[in-house]
C-alpha cells in the first residue's frame, strides 16, 4: 500500500527489509534497459551524423546491457549556464584518470537542451559533444540528442549516480534529484535548492559547504577539484566495494537509506497535500467568513485598512534601548523596550517588532529574525511603551533594530499592506 502512503515516513522503513540482493538485482535491471535505450539512440543518431561503423562499434560498448558494471553518472538536464554543465571537463586529464581506471571503470550520460535564444547553453553542448567525441573520453562519456521525457525517464531509472553541480543560489528547487532518488540512484550535488534540505550527511553527496565566492573562477576550480575528490575517494570505492556475491553492501545501504529520507518529504503528494491544508483550505475558509452577512467582516476590514493608511504617517519610533548589562551570554534573553509614537492608532492596531540577528562587516543584519513586543503602557500624547527581548543563539557580533507593521486578525500577514516603519 505504500503508492497511498507516500508521505507516511514509518511506511519507507519497509524498505530496510528488501533483500539487499534482490534490490541491486532490480537496479542492475533498470541500468539495463537505460543502455537498451541508449544503444538504440546512440545508433540513430550515430547514422544521422554520418559516423563510421567502427567507431558506433566502440561507442556502443559503453552501453553493454548484459554488462551493466560500470559506475554510471548522468547529468540531464536543461542547459542553463548556471547549471555549468562542463564543469566535469575543467581538468581533462584528471577526469580521464578517473574514467579510465580498468579495474573501477566510470562512464558519464549527458542529455539535455538549451533554450533556442540561450546560446551560451548551446556553446556548453557543443563543448560537451566536442569533448566525447575526443579522446580519451569518447568511449566513457556519450551525449543523447533530441533530449526528452522518455530519454529523461530511462536515465533517471539507470544511474548510478545524479550529478548536480549549478552556481550556488542560482538553483530553484531540482526536482530531478528527487526523481533519480525515487528510483535508486545516489545524488551528488552543489548543496543548493531542494538538496539543502534533502541532504542529511548519509543520503549521498555535498559538493563543498555552501560556501559563498565573488571570484566565479576560482569557485568554479574549488568546487570541480571537489567532485574529483569524491569520485576518487569516496563514490568510486564505494561502489567497486563489493561482496563475494557481487553486491556491494554499502552501497546497497545508502540506497536504501536515501529512498527512506527523501522519498517521504520530497514527492508531489506531499506538496499538494501541503499546499491544501496550509493555504487553499484556511484561504477558503476566509473567504466564506467574509462573504457572510453581505460582507460585513470584508467591509470592515477594508474601513480598517483606510484608517491604518490615512495615520501611517504619523507613527513612528522615539526611542529604544536595551535592559542589560555590557556582557551579553548566549542563551540568555536580553530585554529590550520601545517607545512608539501611533498617533491616533491604537497598540492593538499595529505589531511592534524586534528584528535581530548576527551583524555582517557593515554591522547589518542581513539574516535576522522578528520578536513581537508587548504593549506595557499608554504614555500619553499618542505614545506607548513596548518591551520584548530576544534570546542570543550564537556568539559574535549581534544586532536590532525596532520595526512596526500593520496588525489585524483578519490579514493574511503583517506585510499584507506594505507598511513598515524602522527605528
Given at each position: 500500500g505504500w503508492e497511498q502512503r507516500l508521505t507516511e515516513p514509518d511506511c519507507w522503513d519497509g524498505i530496510y527489509a528488501i533483500p539487499d540482493q534482490q534490490f541491486w538485482a532490480v537496479r542492475q535491471g533498470l541500468k539495463s534497459q537505460l543502455f537498451h535505450m541508449l544503444r538504440d539512440r546512440l545508433a540513430e543518431q550515430h547514422a544521422r551524423n554520418h559516423g563510421s561503423a567502427a567507431h558506433l562499434d566502440r561507442v556502443l560498448r559503453l552501453a553493454d546491457p548484459h554488462n551493466p558494471r560500470a559506475l554510471t553518472i548522468g547529468f540531464a538536464r536543461r542547459f542553463a549556464t548556471y547549471k555549468r554543465g562542463t564543469l566535469l571537463f575543467r581538468d581533462p586529464e584528471r577526469l580521464a584518470h578517473i574514467l579510465h581506471d580498468a579495474k573501477r571503470p566510470v562512464q558519464i550520460i549527458f542529455a539535455g537542451k538549451a533554450h533556442p535564444a540561450d546560446n551560451a547553453g548551446k556553446e556548453f553542448i557543443r563543448s560537451i559533444v566536442h569533448h566525447c567525441r575526443q579522446e580519451p573520453f569518447r568511449h566513457?562519456?556519450?551525449?543523447?540528442?533530441?533530449?526528452?521525457?522518455?530519454v529523461a525517464r530511462y536515465i533517471l531509472q539507470g544511474v548510478d549516480v545524479w550529478l548536480n553541480n549549478p552556481r550556488r543560489k542560482m538553483e530553484a528547487s531540482g526536482t530531478s534529484g528527487m526523481k533519480a532518488t525515487a528510483n535508486g540512484a545516489l545524488n551528488m550535488s552543489i548543496p543548493d535548492g531542494w538538496w539543502c534540505e534533502?541532504?542529511?550527511?548519509?543520503?549521498?553527496?555535498?559538493?563543498?559547504?555552501?560556501?559563498?565566492?565573488?571570484?566565479?573562477?576560482?569557485?568554479?576550480?574549488?568546487?570541480?577539484?571537489?567532485?574529483?575528490?569524491?569520485?576518487?575517494?569516496?563514490?568510486?570505492?564505494?561502489?567497486?566495494?563489493?561482496?563475494?556475491?557481487?553486491?556491494?553492501?554499502?552501497?546497497?545501504?545508502?540506497?536504501?537509506?536515501?529512498?527512506?529520507?527523501?522519498?517521504?518529504?520530497?514527492?508531489?503528494?506531499r506538496m499538494v497535500q501541503e499546499y491544501t491544508e496550509r493555504l487553499y483550505l484556511p484561504v477558503a475558509d476566509r473567504a466564506h467568513a467574509f462573504q457572510a452577512e453581505n460582507f460585513k467582516r470584508a467591509r470592515a476590514l477594508q474601513h480598517w485598512k483606510r484608517h491604518i493608511r490615512e495615520h501611517w504617517s504619523k507613527v513612528h519610533v522615539v526611542s529604544m534601548g536595551a535592559e542589560s548589562s555590557a556582557e551579553i551570554l548566549?542563551?540568555?534573553?536580553?530585554?529590550?523596550?520601545?517607545?512608539?509614537?501611533?498617533?491616533?492608532?491604537?497598540?492593538?492596531?499595529?505589531?511592534?517588532?524586534?528584528?535581530?540577528?548576527?551583524?555582517?562587516?557593515?554591522?547589518?543584519?542581513?539574516?535576522?529574525?522578528?520578536?513581537?513586543?508587548?504593549?506595557?503602557?499608554?504614555?500619553?500624547?499618542?505614545?506607548?511603551?513596548?518591551?520584548?527581548?530576544?534570546?542570543?543563539?550564537?556568539?559574535?557580533?549581534?544586532g536590532y533594530s525596532i520595526r512596526v507593521l500593520p496588525n489585524h486578525a483578519d490579514l493574511t500577514s503583517c506585510t499584507e499592506m506594505a507598511l513598515i516603519n524602522w527605528g
Open positions: 566513457h562519456i556519450v551525449f543523447i540528442e533530441d533530449y526528452d521525457m522518455n534533502g541532504y542529511d550527511g548519509d543520503n549521498g553527496w555535498n559538493i563543498g559547504r555552501g560556501e559563498d565566492y565573488d571570484d566565479l573562477e576560482f569557485q568554479d576550480r574549488v568546487e570541480s577539484e571537489s567532485i574529483y575528490e569524491m569520485l576518487e575517494e569516496e563514490v568510486v570505492p564505494v561502489f567497486y566495494n563489493r561482496g563475494s556475491d557481487g553486491v556491494p553492501r554499502e552501497w546497497v545501504r545508502r540506497m536504501k537509506h536515501a529512498m527512506r529520507t527523501i522519498c517521504p518529504v520530497f514527492n508531489t503528494n548566549v542563551g540568555e534573553p536580553m530585554p529590550i523596550r520601545a517607545e512608539v509614537h501611533l498617533g491616533p492608532l491604537a497598540p492593538q492596531d499595529v505589531a511592534v517588532e524586534i528584528y535581530c540577528g548576527r551583524t555582517d562587516h557593515r554591522g547589518q543584519v542581513p539574516v535576522g529574525r522578528p520578536v513581537r513586543m508587548a504593549h506595557v503602557q499608554d504614555l500619553g500624547s499618542g505614545n506607548h511603551l513596548f518591551q520584548g527581548s530576544f534570546v542570543p543563539e550564537h556568539t559574535g557580533r549581534h
